[in-house]
C-alpha cells in the first residue's frame, strides 16, 4: 500500500482530469465531501486503479487517494519545513546542511503517516524518508548529470 501511495504521489504523468464529478464513485465523493468539506478548487483524477482529489485545504495543496469502490487509501499534502515534526527538522538542517530542501511531502494512510524530503547539492539528489517522526532514512539517491 505504501508503493502504490508513493507511486501516486511522485507520479509525474497523470491521466486526463474530468471536471464532471457524475464519473467519479459515488462513494469516493460523499466520503471525500464528508472529510474536506472547506476544499476549494477541486479536481479529479481518474484511472482504472483509483481517484485522485487534488485540491486546496487549509491553505495547503493536498491529495486524497480513492481505490475503486470508493475507499479512502491516503492522503498526501506539501508542507514547509515548519511543518515537520521538531526532530525532523533538526535532522535535515544538521545532516544535510550542504543540501537544499526542494520538496516535502506527508503522506498519511492507514498505516500511520510518513514525510518525504527531496533534497539536492550540485552533485546529487536525495530522496529522504521518515516514518517515525524522529528519523530520516535514504529512499533513493540521483546522480545528477
Partial sequence: ??????????AIATLP???N???VNQKALDAFRMEFSGASNVKWTISTD?????FIYNDKHVSAYYDI????????RFVA????PLMLQGEVKNKFSTYWI???IEVANNEGTAY???????????VLKASDSKTWNHYKKYKKS
Fill in 50 to 54: 483509483y481517484f485522485m482529489a487534488s
Fill in 81 to 84: 519545513l515548519a511543518d515537520l
Fill in 1 to 10: 500500500m505504501k508503493n502504490l501511495l508513493m507511486t501516486l504521489a511522485f
Fill in 102 to 104: 526542494t520538496e516535502l
Fill in 21 to 23: 464529478e457524475p464519473e
Fill in 69 to 76: 469502490d470508493g475507499n479512502w487509501i491516503g492522503t498526501t
Fill in 17 to 19: 482530469v474530468f471536471a
Fill in 116 to 126: 518525504y524530503a527531496t533534497v539536492e547539492n550540485a552533485d546529487t539528489k536525495l
